[in-house]
């Protein structure tokens, strides 16, 4: 009579899995867990969000001039209010850091060494979207708060 072979002892279960980036907890081991990647990520869905409503805004209110002339210059009369100025920064703001992250996710997406600086080119956006956004607002707040 044949003997059953002898199966070797089995290993030590594997480790459990590595964090990939900083700021991950627990081995949850993702690249963007409370870094600039996720904050990138969060402000590029939110600001589209807002365009997307603005356009929407935009299209409706002037859709108005058709419908009734006199309600559109009372809606648009509405925008020429310093509350709505301010909004027009953040919608200035929105635009620029849009657009901005948008080129740097097409290089990180699409040239060999873009997740290797994906951080590096968020901190350029953040530049660029400061810098042209201070080229934006003394003239426009001049026209905001101290007339045209």
Do not use: C
């Not at 603005?54 to 002037?62: A, I, K, N, Y």
């Not at 859709?63 to 559109?72: D, Q, T």
């Not at 901005?100 to 040239?111: A, E, K, S, Y």
């Amino acid at each position: 009579m044949a003997s059953a072979p002898t199966v070797p002892p089995t290993s030590a279960p594997p480790p459990p899995p590595r964090s990939s980036g900083r700021g991950s907890k627990k081995g949850l081991g993702t690249l963007y867990r409370g870094t600039e990647g996720m904050w990138s990520w969060v402000l590029h869905r939110v600001t589209g969000m807002l365009l997307f409503l603005f356009l929407l805004v935009h299209v409706l209110d002037t859709a108005l001039v058709r419908v009734s002339p006199e309600v559109y210059n009372e809606v648009i009369g509405t925008y020429k209010t310093p509350i709505m100025g301010l909004g027009e920064v953040g919608l200035v703001a929105a635009v620029l850091f849009h657009a901005f992250n948008g080129i740097r996710i097409i290089l990180v997406d699409f040239t060999a060494k873009g997740p290797r600086y994906q951080r590096v080119m968020l901190w350029v956006v953040v530049g660029l979207t400061v810098v042209a956004l201070a080229g934006f607002l003394p003239r426009h707040l001049s026209n905001v708060f101290g007339g045209h």
